[in-house]
């Protein structure tokens, strides 16, 4: 079983919507989690951290589920620029990277 | 401050020649990482650093070295390359261990 799974996708969605992806972590003794950003041909970035106690910015809401292993992103009122691969990474002993969720927001 | 930057953006090395990945940091960082991202995968750490002087290695460092002379510097060694080493490279640096990283952009690597 992968570290840190996540569904490929790609999720395609209109402008405007809410989106959703989930990651799930196999290492209980993960201490941190964190969402990524990668635009197609360029390095990730940091989105934002992810809290047991949850946490919000701006359109996304990141939250920890510790007892079932894990973590979702929610996206509202998509932009078209929100189009990217989300990946969910854990740390624990070293950070661990998920594939990737592909978000594409159509016109 | 250029944060991490890695040389080059683009190589096309051909089988068994040898190469070195560059990646400098200008941040103090004392942790700097290799990883390898292939498509549909996650990035792979392929070998990293706590400070100058100290490697060790990651998930996948089968045919790769690395050194640490400097706290700056932190290249990558293909010494034969083969077809499964085409991938995109990422170096990052982080100041502490679980602390956030700092990304370069990139070295798309093509072996043929």
């Known amino acids: 079983r992968k570290e840190v799974e996540q569904d490929p996708g790609p999720f395609n969605v209109p402008e405007g919507a809410t989106v959703a992806f989930n990651c799930t972590y196999s290492n209980s003794a993960s201490q941190s989690f964190f969402w990524y950003r990668q635009d197609c041909r360029k390095e990730p970035k940091l989105l934002m951290s992810?809290?047991?106690s949850g946490n919000e910015d701006g359109r996304f809401t990141a939250q920890l589920n510790r007892a079932s292993q894990y973590i979702s992103l929610l996206i509202r009122d998509s932009k078209l620029s929100d189009s990217a691969t989300y990946l969910c990474?854990?740390?624990?002993?070293?950070?661990?990277f998920g594939p990737g969720t592909r978000l594409s927001v159509l016109p | 401050n250029a944060g991490v930057t890695q040389t080059p953006k683009f190589r096309i090395l051909k089988i068994g020649q040898s190469m070195t990945l560059q990646c400098t940091q200008d941040?103090?960082?004392?942790?700097m990482y290799w990883y390898r991202q292939d498509p549909g995968m996650g990035l792979k750490l392929i070998y990293y650093?706590?400070?100058?002087?100290?490697?060790d290695k990651g998930e996948v460092p089968n045919g790769y070295n690395v050194s640490r002379s400097t706290t700056e510097d932190f290249p990558l060694r293909l010494e034969l390359a083969a077809p499964s080493q085409t991938s995109v490279y990422f170096c990052a640096s982080s100041y502490l261990s679980g602390n956030l990283y700092t990304f370069g952009s990139g070295t798309r690597l093509t072996v043929v």
């Open positions: 650093s706590v400070g100058a002087g100290i490697t």
């Open positions: 990474v854990a740390f624990g002993q070293n950070f661990v």
């Open positions: 992810v809290y047991s």
């Open positions: 941040m103090n960082h004392n942790y």
